[in-house]
């Protein structure tokens, strides 16, 4: 049985290829775990995905599959072998031709599959990756895309052990010299042999000559020439000798600078040439991440120009600033598109930092785990809160998250995916992911605005990511989410939830929930909350609220319960108190209108507190949006880099 053998250049660019590939693949998917819709890779493929630096991994994979389908173009074209993969009419007829000749066809058509697969996979990751297109539609190209992978590599060994069984497929795996191609056809040769091909065919052709008369036939006679003169004067008029039918002239010889035949070395060129091509293209991307860094200003204002907190964008030092955008996604709602558009603008006065951000969000959803009485009691609204990832009767929030972490891909640092990346830890109910820090006192400085808590009464949540917390004895026992290591700043906030769960009554499937505290006036609070609607997809007007303070509400008793109409709606927040210490570092007012919210927001530069990031040059920063959800917020892959003036 013969050995079939590929080239050196071939193996090497394929199995570069499959590794650049695999590692894309899983570290793709693990990404995707954390997207609306695909729990189910995290519960059936959890263990075979990777845990840790899941970004850090991703990207440079993409840049080397970029760099060597460029490689392989340059390879196949220098050596000779493109027969290989060229598509033409042919290879459409062998479609319907016998096997080995279908197979060929087939073979080729699905590397033009995989070609085209790998180049939108490039491109719509470069996109995602830089932050240009790169909202719901292209994060949909690039999902589906992924999926031609698995199905070539299945398609593509199937086809190859149909062609010529387990020795086609090690021909992967047995090395050779790459075979010279076919001289080039001299167009000089061509014409001789077309000359000499066509003498040929006339001698064949013409008629016999008839043979003359005997005394015609006889030469005359001639005067007899001397020998030495028969020696030196030339034959003139001799015809040339032919070669006999059916034989054509040899080539002429080669010159003797042509003597020699191309050498392993000069065989080798083609692939030092491809990859030479592929060290400039991934010196290329790493260059354009570098220098296509995006940056938001943050501009010098007098302090009497600083804006007034009202959630209107009018002030004067707003008006002056060009805003930057920058697209969100891989969210969970906002229409079923995951996707919101972010304008940011930034200013400072010395003192104070200010920034004014507006964000897309199609709905004012004020509904934050609100209750309601029926014939059997009270029920809590809810779709997910048990796991902590309460997906409908959330209010809408926005984060900013800030950095000094000296690297652009911040959330491998900050967002460990996997529902259980630290084995001496607590699970996460959700299945999804944790942030934490990986080292003691460090921390990144998350700013978290809500619609209902808080946010209202003009304050902005100042939370931080840091070294994951040691779990209580719920979270042990797996009846409240763990939450690694996010964690308010120390101090109290002014909302509490308005609702107390057993939850070992929960778990034996009672309801075990009630209101802590019940209105005084029940049609006035109904009032304030404007029309009630309970579809999590339809949000409040302007003007209602879904909180309820202290001073209109008394604690719960079986007394106030009774007068309580069956189908009343009662807010899940409770406001009572002041936001104190490090959490009230953030002041904040916003508005909702035409399908955006506008949020401004101030805070000192520095605060001197460890939890906080100071706002200066160099410090990195993110920001996500939630439409009524609770973690699954949108994000960014690239950070911004602040640039104070």
């Given at each position: 049985m013969k050995i079939r053998k590929t080239d050196y250049g071939t193996i090497i660019l394929h199995w570069t290829l499959v590794g650049a590939t695999v590692i894309a693949f899983l570290t793709g998917l693990r990404m995707a775990t954390e997207a609306p819709g695909h729990a189910w890779i995290a519960n059936n493929l959890d263990w075979l995905l990777p845990r840790h630096r899941t970004w850090t991994w991703h990207m440079p994979a993409g840049v080397v599959l970029a760099s060597v389908a460029v490689a392989y173009m340059i390879y196949i074209s220098k050596s000779g072998l493109g027969r290989r993969v060229s598509i033409d009419k042919m290879r459409f007829k062998g479609l319907l031709g016998r096997r080995p000749?279908?197979?060929?066809?087939?073979?080729?058509?699905?590397?033009?599959?995989?070609?085209?697969?790998?180049?939108?996979?490039?491109?719509?990751?470069?996109?995602?990756?830089?932050?240009?297109?790169?909202?719901?539609?292209?994060?949909?190209?690039h999902w589906y895309a992924t999926w031609v992978i698995p199905a070539f590599v299945v398609l593509h060994i199937l086809v190859h052990f149909s062609i010529g069984g387990k020795m086609q497929l090690y021909r992967v795996f047995r090395p050779a010299p790459l075979p010279p191609p076919p001289p080039k056809l001299d167009p000089v040769e061509l014409l001789t042999m077309l000359v000499e091909q066509s003498e040929k065919l006339e001698e064949a052709e013409a008629p016999p000559k008839k043979p003359a008369p005997a005394q015609q036939q006889r030469p005359p006679m001639r005067e007899p020439m001397p020998a030495q003169r028969r020696m030196e004067e030339p034959m003139r008029g001799r015809p040339e000798p032919r070669m006999p039918p059916g034989r054509m002239r040899p080539p002429p010889a080669p010159a003797k600078g042509n003597s020699r035949r191309r050498n392993p070395t000069f065989q080798a060129n083609p692939f030092m040439v491809a990859t030479a091509a592929a060290i400039v293209i991934g010196?290329?991307?790493?260059?354009?991440?570098?220098?296509?860094?995006?940056?938001?200003?943050?501009?010098?204002?007098?302090?009497?120009?600083?804006?007034?907190?009202?959630?209107?964008?009018?002030?004067?030092?707003?008006?002056?600033?060009?805003?930057?955008?920058?697209?969100?996604?891989?969210?969970?709602?906002?229409?079923?598109?995951?996707?919101?558009?972010?304008?940011?603008?930034?200013?400072?006065?010395?003192?104070?930092?200010?920034?004014?951000?507006?964000?897309?969000?199609?709905?004012?959803?004020?509904?934050?785990?609100?209750?309601?009485?029926k014939a059997d009691g009270w029920h809590l609204l809810t779709n997910g809160f048990d796991k902590g990832d309460e997906n409908d009767y959330n209010e809408d929030?926005?984060?900013?998250?800030?950095?000094?972490?000296?690297?652009?891909?911040?959330?491998?640092?900050?967002?460990?995916?996997?529902?259980?990346?630290?084995?001496?830890?607590?699970?996460?109910?959700?299945?999804?992911?944790?942030?934490?820090?990986?080292?003691?006192?460090?921390?990144?400085?998350?700013?978290?605005?809500?619609?209902?808590?808080?946010?209202p009464t003009g304050w902005m949540d100042d939370d931080h990511f840091g070294p994951p917390a040691e779990p209580t004895p719920d979270q042990v026992k797996g009846l409240t989410p763990y939450k690694g290591g996010f964690a308010p700043d120390p101090g109290t906030a002014n909302y509490t939830d308005n609702f107390v769960i057993d939850r070992e009554a929960a778990r034996l499937g009672n309801r075990g929930v009630r209101p802590k505290r019940?209105?005084?006036?029940?049609?006035?609070?109904?009032?304030?909350?404007?029309?009630?609607?309970?579809?999590?997809?339809?949000?409040?007007?302007?003007?209602?609220?879904?909180?309820?303070?202290?001073?209109?509400?008394?604690?719960?008793?079986?007394?106030?319960?009774?007068?309580?109409?069956?189908?009343?709606?009662?807010?899940?927040?409770?406001?009572?108190?002041?936001?104190?210490?490090d959490r009230a570092d953030i002041r904040c007012a916003a508005r909702w209108a035409a399908g955006h919210w506008t949020l401004e927001i101030a805070r000192k530069m520095d605060t001197k507190s460890k939890y906080d990031v100071p706002i200066k040059n160099g410090v990195f920063m993110r920001v996500a949006a939630f439409d009524h959800t609770q973690i699954r917020h949108t994000r960014q892959i690239r950070p911004m880099r602040l640039e104070v003036q």
């Open positions: 000749a279908r197979l060929g066809s087939i073979s080729v058509i699905l590397h033009w599959v995989l070609f085209i697969s790998m180049f939108t996979l490039i491109v719509t990751g470069g996109l995602l990756f830089f932050g240009v297109a790169s909202g719901y539609v292209t994060m949909m190209i010196s290329a991307m790493f260059a354009a991440d570098y220098y296509a860094e995006d940056t938001v200003t943050v501009y010098r204002i007098a302090s009497s120009d600083a804006p007034t907190l009202d959630g209107d964008s009018s002030d004067r030092v707003w008006r002056n600033i060009q805003p930057h955008m920058v697209t969100t996604n891989q969210g969970d709602n906002f229409d079923g598109t995951g996707e919101s558009r972010v304008w940011i603008k930034a200013a400072h006065d010395g003192t104070w930092v200010y920034f004014l951000v507006i964000w897309e969000d199609p709905t004012r959803s004020l509904k934050q785990l609100p209750l309601i009485k929030k926005f984060s900013m998250l800030f950095t000094t972490l000296p690297i652009t891909l911040a959330a491998d640092r900050t967002f460990h995916m996997s529902s259980q990346p630290m084995p001496d830890k607590p699970a996460t109910m959700s299945g999804r992911g944790i942030h934490y820090t990986p080292a003691p006192n460090l921390y990144a400085d998350a700013w978290l605005w809500k619609a209902t808590s808080g946010g019940l209105p005084k006036d029940v049609a006035a609070m109904t009032a304030a909350m404007g029309e009630i609607n309970l579809d999590p997809n339809i949000g409040e007007s302007e003007g209602a609220r879904w909180f309820m303070t202290e001073a209109e509400s008394v604690p719960y008793s079986a007394e106030a319960d009774a007068q309580t109409p069956i189908g009343t709606v009662v807010p899940g927040v409770l406001i009572s108190g002041e936001f104190t210490g």
